[in-house]
């Protein structure tokens, strides 16, 4: 309850001279991230829910393919087509595409999405991650923005799973080769390191974080029909509209069942999913 109160309150009541946001003020909110975030088109399903009910509310987004938090602000794009990019580094002046997003507009709310992997390892975490969602916040010009961390999910693979990054690819201070996750052996181990390990990068940086990595595993130990995936990891159409009705109830505090809004996928599936979802 107090995370849906920041949120809803944070935007409702300035703190000195307690002026009112009125409901036709509108309230910018921008993704950043890459396609866990934008496959099956989840912002616009979520924008979709919002016009229903907060049509004030705004959403876009600045997500890239097999973009980490830390190459949003480190890479420049080359190239790009639907599913991949070519980036090299930024130079000494240069600004990256997300840079320039991030600071174009005053933004009231930014959610921020990694690679579940990318938070798993302990020194990737600590060392990149954690740098870069503090460098985000500094590029945010609005002094009043909250941050969102987008709890990601369990992937499909096949147990025992195991992860590592060479760590050169970290820090070129540790003093080994490789950098790896702990052993995962079933689910309720995954979730819970998942869980976790996005609860340390929240506490670390004063961040509200979705519940989206829980919603998942109800549906994967409690609705077996239900598939949410398109892959090892990506959402599917399910999936996605799963992730908007959590960050539709984040952003709103009201209940997704009340909507009369169902996507594009089946009805009775769409409702199930609301429920859960609460």
């Known amino acids: 309850m107090r995370i849906i109160l920041l949120i809803i309150f944070a935007f409702a009541v300035t703190n000195c001279n307690s002026r009112k946001l009125q409901s036709s003020q509108e309230l910018n909110v921008l993704f950043v991230g890459n396609s866990l975030t934008y496959f099956h088109d989840m912002p616009q399903t979520l924008q979709l829910m919002l016009d229903e009910t907060h049509p004030n509310i705004k959403i876009d987004q600045i997500t890239c393919p097999g973009q980490s938090l830390p190459g949003h602000l480190s890479n420049i794009i080359t190239s790009r087509t639907e599913n991949s990019i070519s980036t090299r580094k930024k130079e000494p002046g240069e600004t990256t595409e997300t840079e320039h997003k991030i600071t174009e507009k005053n933004w009231d709310i930014i959610i921020l999405q990694t690679g579940t992997v990318s938070v ?3 020194e990737n975490r600590d060392l990149k991650l954690n740098k870069a969602i503090s460098d985000i916040k500094k590029l945010a010009t609005n002094p009043e923005c909250e941050f969102i961390l987008f709890n990601t999910w369990p992937s499909k693979k096949e147990y025992p799973k195991h992860y590592c990054y060479s760590s050169s690819r970290i820090d070129e201070s540790i003093d080994k080769d490789e950098c790896c996750s702990p052993t ?10 998942i869980n976790e ?3 340390l990068v929240a ?3 004063g961040l509200i974080k979705s519940n989206n990595g829980t919603k998942y595993y109800d549906v994967l130990t409690k609705y077996l029909e239900i598939e949410l995936y398109d892959d090892d990891i990506h959402p599917n159409k399910n999936g996605a509209f799963l992730n908007a009705c959590v960050f539709y109830q984040l952003l709103t505090g009201k209940k997704v069942t009340k909507l009369k809004f169902n996507g594009d996928i089946e009805p009775n599936t769409a409702e199930l999913l609301k429920k859960i979802s609460e």
């Open 197 to 199: 390990s996005y609860d």
């Open 120 to 122: 798993l390892i302990p």
């Open 184 to 193: 995962i052996q079933n689910l309720e181990q995954e979730i819970k390191l």
């Open 203 to 205: 506490q670390e940086h």
